[in-house]
T-cell receptor, first 112, second 115 residues
Framework: DQQVKQNSPSLSVQEGRISILNCDYT??????FLWYKKYPAEGPTFLIS?????DKNEDGRFTVFLNKSAKHLSLHIVPSQPGDSAVYFC???????????FGRGTSLIVHP | NAGVMQNPRHLVRRRGQEARLRCSPM?????VYWYRQLPEEGLKFMVY????????ESGMPKERFSAEFPKEGPSILRIQQVVRGDSAAYFC?????????????FGPGTRLTVT
């Protein structure tokens, strides 16, 4: 029973275009959401997060949008670069819980 | 300023053997978390430890798996009598304080293959 779902296992985008990675969750107790980036043979690296009191958080080329009513969040990367090619994990946790629940990941490939 | 270190990076064990995975947290971090990633899956929490204490082991299989984080030295995840289903990538993460307030920093992982 997956509480955090990333329904697209892979995404291919042209360099310079926008990459949009989607994530859905089912647990209404989740109130903090994170995105991690993972290169092959490395551990996940924290990328950006958002609290449920916000609907948008921006950090350079990366923006995360949260739609609580739809239990949906998305990560936008603009402009996409070949170095962004990696697996992106969406994760969520609830207040007072310190352990995030991870989705299965989306593999992003940015073509030059 | 070294990050989280894990060794070995790759470990091959035959069914029935023991596997020991080591994790050295980042300098100044006293909280360690172990996760397992099965093929085509996300990371699944296993156990959360502070020095000499297991805080939460709700994700650990009831049998064959144990973890420790001694006062001195790395944290160790131990799997006894390994089976093929234990083949996975095992990631360790650390944080300087309680995980509700701090982000976790991940190591590169240990890929365990059981033959």
């Amino acid at each position: 029973d997956q509480q955090v779902k990333q329904n697209s296992p892979s995404l291919s985008v042209q360099e310079g275009r926008i990459s949009i990675l989607n994530c859905d969750y089912t647990n209404s107790m989740f109130d903090y959401f994170l995105w991690y980036k993972k290169y092959p043979a490395e551990g996940p690296t924290f990328l950006i997060s958002i609290s449920s009191i916000k609907d948008k958080n921006e950090d350079g080329r990366f923006t995360v949008f949260l739609n609580k009513s739809a239990k949906h969040l998305s990560l936008h990367i603009v402009p996409s670069q070949p170095g962004d090619s990696a697996v992106y994990f969406c994760a969520a946790r609830s207040g007072g819980s310190y352990i995030p629940t991870f989705g299965r990941g989306t593999s992003l490939i940015v073509h030059p | 300023n070294a990050g989280v270190m894990q060794n070995p990076r790759h470990l091959v064990r035959r069914r029935g053997q023991e596997a020991r995975l080591r994790c050295s947290p980042m300098k100044g971090h006293s909280h360690v978390y172990w996760y397992r990633q099965l093929p085509e899956e996300g990371l699944k929490f296993m156990v959360y430890l502070q020095k000499e204490n297991i805080i939460d082991e709700s994700g650990m299989p009831k049998e064959r798996f144990s973890a420790e984080f001694p006062k001195e030295g790395p944290s160790i995840l131990r799997i006894q009598q390994v089976v093929r289903g234990d083949s996975a990538a095992y990631f360790c993460a650390s944080s300087p304080g309680g995980a509700s307030s701090y982000e976790q920093y991940f190591g590169p992982g240990t890929r365990l293959t059981v033959t």
